[in-house]
């Protein structure tokens, strides 16, 4: 689907919060993209540069800006921003461990990746649908093009 140049930018972090997800997934495994440590250094540098902001840009920017446009008391909604709360909380967990958690990285990665994709197939498609074309061009310069998101 064709993503608003508006919000191109959260697309493309998303691709680099799934990059992250898959390793998360796999890490312990056979088809592990690396020892739990160094995946949990690539979650760490995916937070601090890009991952932490690109859910403030959402959750101060993109849905207040959705809420003048239509009405947010949704589940759908609802479920997005708990989601985001039981993501931070994970990360927070998992880069602060001393030895990696191996079944909570997993965890994590099961719910980014569920995550991203509800956000792209539904909520963004919902967003440029509902908001005018002069409202997305306003948020256009909120969200960052510059994301370090861990490395691909």
């Known amino acids: 689907m064709k993503r608003h140049d508006a919000l191109v930018p959260l697309s493309h972090h998303h691709h680099h ?3 992250r997800a898959l390793e998360l997934k796999r890490v312990g495994t056979e088809q592990s993209m690396g020892t739990p440590q160094e995946v949990v250094q690539k979650l760490r540098a ?3 540069n890009g991952g932490n902001a690109h859910f403030r840009e959402e959750e101060e920017i993109l849905w207040p800006a959705y809420a003048q446009h239509a009405d947010v008391d949704r589940e759908d909604i609802k479920e997005n921003l708990l989601e985001h ?3 931070r909380a994970l990360v927070t967990e998992v ?3 001393g030895e990696p958690p191996i079944g909570r990285m997993r965890e ?3 719910l980014l990746e569920a995550h991203v994709r509800k956000e792209e197939r539904h909520l963004f498609q919902m967003i440029q649908d509902t908001l005018p074309e002069d409202k ?3 948020l256009k310069p909120y969200f960052h093009a510059n994301f370090d998101g861990g490395g691909s």
């Open 108 to 110: 994590l990665g099961e």
């Open 136 to 138: 997305l061009m306003e």
């Open 95 to 97: 880069i602060g461990s």
């Open 17 to 19: 919060a799934l990059a």
């Open 85 to 87: 709360v039981k993501i």
């Open 46 to 48: 995916f937070w601090e």
